[in-house]
């Protein structure tokens, strides 16, 4: 076995000395791949997959477990910003129960856990202290289900109720909210996050919540909406003028062409919170009326023999109004009627909302080259209809033609056609190269293969010549019954004459040059 393997590797080492420069390379690349390869593969095969042991642990949490883990000797990793604890897969159970029996997680976050341990000497302050913190755990805990919300903090603010006071103190609430790296809250989510803490506590308006972010910005101040604050209104006001403008710039971009015309929307916009209420007093037309009263007076009689012509009032006074001569006859008729009718009442009760538009000023101006053929009254009307312009509030529109500086885009349009000149360029390049580079290995590794079987061809021929030579150098024996001791030596002589061969098979396969110079000098000195 020994000889065998010395063989092996001598035989081994042979040929590799028997390489070029090239073959030698190439051998030892690729023996060198195949062990960093199975490397790798064990490496893949001996690591352990990992899964979610717990997930969304607080920082004593994530620190009491991890540990209890290193003191097990237990292998895990964190993820999650460290809010989750990996382990091995076929370990998870095992290591929840063992984590369990020392009581972990402890969830120490707060929660209607906190009433659990309330006993009957409890005194009323700390029975309203545990549930206004285990309503703050509560809700930062729901709060934290919201997407991109990493972190949630509630404080309430829960005034003792006054029997005998005419106007209670309001609830009040405010809420920290850390978003994960990249995350932005958006207005929306502040306002679900609004509703959600009014909802949940008795008595809290949605106007006393305030809201705000880890870097110390009011999402959302009690009084106001969603980002009333100072940040938060001209983040508003842009996103409308924002919106108006990207509405009007695809209008003018299918009306006259892309890049041949720009739009400015200045928007103000009204954040006071006004409450209207109306009353209106109105009459049915087939009401039937409450109550009616007519009143008639008439009067027959003789004026007076002086000759006085009057007429007799309301008091049955005579009123004078001229003079006749002779009697005359008096008449007076009066008529008064009062009916009072059902009247009805509506009252109306208007709540404006904050961030209503107060005023709309646009500016569009066209590219005179280009649109010198437009009606810009046209334009006109087209952007107020569009924008929804009211003049009676104050908006205005101005439209105007100029030529438009082309210089920036002409040069932006050069240097991306040099860039995409020079990428091209380089892309065929490197495919030039690429292709030259195997080509040229491909050349050397067939060029390396047929020397190796030339090589290999004129080896055997060589190797075959010298059998042939030494066989006829070998003495022929008369063919005679051989002895016992006459075949132990022969068999002796063969197998000497066999391992002769071999190392004559190894000498020719180690030095060819010299073997074949040899047999060249026994050729020349035959006679």
């Known amino acids: 076995m020994k000889t065998q393997i010395t063989r092996l590797l001598t035989r081994g080492r042979t040929t590799f000395t028997a390489f070029t420069t090239g073959q030698k390379l190439v051998a030892v690349l690729g023996t060198l791949a195949l062990l960093l390869g199975g490397f790798m593969v064990f490496r893949w095969a001996s690591t352990p997959s990992y899964a979610p042991l717990y997930s969304d642990l607080s920082a004593s949490d994530a620190s009491a477990v991890v ?3 290193e003191a097990q000797g237990t ?23 063992d984590l369990s029996g020392e009581g972990l997680p402890t969830g120490s976050d707060g929660g209607y856990s906190l009433l659990d341990d309330q006993g009957l000497t409890t005194s009323d302050f700390k029975e309203r202290t545990d549930y206004k913190r285990a309503m703050e755990g509560e809700l930062a805990s729901t709060i934290e289900a919201i997407d991109g919300v990493q972190t949630a903090v509630v404080h309430l603010a829960i005034p003792e109720k006054q029997v005998f006071a005419d106007e209670q103190d309001p609830t009040t609430a405010s809420v920290l909210i850390k978003t994960q790296a990249g995350d932005a809250v958006e207005p929306a989510q502040v306002q679900g996050v609004i509703n959600l803490v009014a909802s949940s506590i008795e008595g809290l308006d949605a106007d006393q919540v305030t809201v705000t972010d880890s870097k110390g910005a009011v999402l959302s ?10 940040t938060g209104r001209s983040q508003l006001v842009a996103d ?19 890049g041949n015309s720009t739009v400015q929307v200045s928007a103000e916009l009204d954040f006071d919170k006004a409450v209207t209420e109306t009353l209106d007093y109105v009459a049915e037309a087939d009401a039937l009326p409450l109550s009616s009263e007519e009143v008639t007076e008439t009067y027959n009689g003789t004026g007076p023999g002086n000759g006085a012509n009057g007429v007799v009032g309301p008091d049955g006074q005579v009123e004078e109004n001229g003079t006749a001569e002779g009697a005359g006859n008096g008449n007076y008729e009066k008529s008064h009627r009062t009916v009072d009718n059902a009247v009805g009442s509506r009252k109306v009760q208007r709540e404006s909302t904050p961030g209503a538009i107060d005023k709309l000023s646009i500016g569009v101006v066209l590219d005179s080259n280009t649109t010198g053929q437009i009606a810009y009254q046209d334009i006109e009307e087209l952007v107020a209809g569009t924008a929804g312009i009211e003049p009676d509030r104050g908006d205005s529109i101005a439209v ?17 056609a040099k860039a995409e000149a ?3 360029a380089a892309a065929r390049n490197k495919t030039i190269r690429n292709v030259a580079i195997v080509v040229l290995v491909l050349a050397f590794l067939a060029l390396a293969a047929i020397r190796s079987r030339r090589r290999a061809k004129r080896r055997e021929a060589e190797t075959s010549y010298l059998v042939e030579q030494l066989r006829e ?6 063919a005679i019954e051989p002895s016992p001791a006459a075949l132990a030596l022969e068999e002796s002589e063969a197998s000497r004459s066999e391992e002769l061969r071999d190392e004559l098979t190894m000498l020719i396969e180690r030095q060819p040059d010299d073997v074949a110079g040899l047999l060249r000098g026994w050729l020349a000195e035959r006679p």
């Open 67 to 69: 540990e209890q883990l």
């Open 75 to 97: 292998p895990y990793e964190l993820a999650g910003g460290g809010t989750t604890i990996m382990v091995p897969r076929d370990a998870v159970y095992s290591t929840r129960i």
């Open 221 to 230: 101040s009690p009084g106001g909406v969603a980002g009333a604050d100072g």
């Open 240 to 258: 409308v003028q924002s919106e108006y403008r990207t509405k009007l710039q695809s209008m003018l971009d299918r009306v006259v062409g892309p």
């Open 400 to 416: 105007s033609a100029l030529p438009f500086d082309r210089s920036a885009e002409e040069a932006t349009e050069a240097d991306l």
């Open 422 to 424: 020079e990428e091209a």
């Open 473 to 478: 150098r070998e003495p022929v024996a008369p």
